[in-house]
């Protein structure tokens, strides 16, 4: 009886940055479970936003927003189980991450309400947990079952 339990064994394969990054796609699908109530509390601020543009009913939002919520979830399930069908979807959603964020930026002419230092802050969570993430992943594919 040498063997250790599963669940030690992952989360040792897992380490603290896919932790981490796990715990933070939970928080971003809640906040697209949200998106319905985020866009009638404020519909020029609320919404999500798909390949550059903000969805503009709240009825767009309660579809979508559930929908990418889902597959942000099934993410983490992937990742928290260290699966090897959560390599595809990491590197999806790598490429995904970036060009909605360019099209966004160039669809509304950046935004003047955020200070420069705010968007870098912002491109570099949102890279480290889209690209890093997914290069994370491939980098050390060998532990995924």
């Known amino acids: 009886m040498d063997e250790e339990p ?15 990054m796990a715990a933070l796609f939970v928080l971003l699908a809640i ?3 949200t ?10 601020r609320g919404g999500l ?24 979830l099934a993410y983490v399930w992937g990742i928290w ?6 390599l595809p979807l990491a590197i999806v959603y790598a490429f995904y991450v970036p060009v909605n964020m360019v099209l966004f930026w160039y669809a509304h ?5 955020r200070s420069l230092g705010f968007i ?8 480290t947990g889209s690209v890093g993430t997914a290069l994370y992943l491939a980098y050390h594919r060998e532990a995924l079952n």
């Open 81 to 86: 189980g260290m699966r090897r069908w959560v």
């Open 35 to 44: 998106k319905p109530l985020q866009h009638m509390n404020n519909p020029s």
């Open 120 to 127: 870098i802050m912002y491109l570099a969570f949102a890279l």
């Open 49 to 72: 936003v798909i390949l550059g543009h903000r969805l503009e009913t709240t009825g767009a939002n309660a579809v979508f927003g559930p929908i990418f919520g889902l597959v942000l």
């Open 109 to 113: 002419g950046g935004d003047p309400q």
């Open 6 to 20: 599963q669940s030690t064994s992952t989360a040792r394969k897992r380490g603290i940055f896919l932790t981490v």
């Open 31 to 33: 906040s697209n479970f």
